[in-house]
Nanobody
Framework: QLQLVESGGGLVQPGGSLRLSCAAS????????IGWFRQAPGKEREGVSC????????YTPDSVKGRFTISRDNAKNVVYLQMNSLKPEDTAVYYC????????????????????WGQGTQVTVSS
């Protein structure tokens, strides 16, 4: 069974930073591309960063580029999302997802194509 567990969400002031973690088994990280997605109330889910399992290459859409960074720690079997310069509009539930064969840019731009999801972690940016 493929299991993804997010953590690290919380309340942060505008301009602050948070690092989210997505824990998975080594089996999963070696074979599945991992993406971070978010969904704000009343809005469609959107990809914010994705990482390739084989080469470690990443894709980050322009909407958050320069502020969000995805990375992997193979020793800990964790994929991180570092979020800096947070804005109130970044408030959302953040999910990690796994997809085995999707190219990472396609994965990030088509959230509905990822078949495996974590439970999500709430991020609230507010003063």
């Amino acid at each position: 069974q493929l299991q993804l567990v997010e953590s690290g969400g919380g309340l942060v002031q505008p301009g602050g930073s948070l690092r989210l973690s997505c824990a998975a088994s080594r089996f999963v990280l070696d074979r599945y591309n991992i993406g971070w997605f978010r969904q704000a109330p009343g809005k469609e889910r959107e990809g914010v960063s994705c990482i390739d399992s084989t080469h470690g290459s990443t894709y980050t859409p322009d909407s958050v580029k320069g502020r969000f960074t995805i990375s992997r720690d193979n020793a800990k079997n964790v994929v991180y999302l570092q979020m800096n310069s947070l804005k109130p509009e970044d408030t959302a539930v953040y999910y990690c997802a796994a997809a085995r064969t999707l190219p990472i840019q396609f994965m990030c731009n088509h959230w509905e194509q990822s078949g495996h999801w974590g439970q999500g972690t709430q991020v609230t940016v507010s003063s």
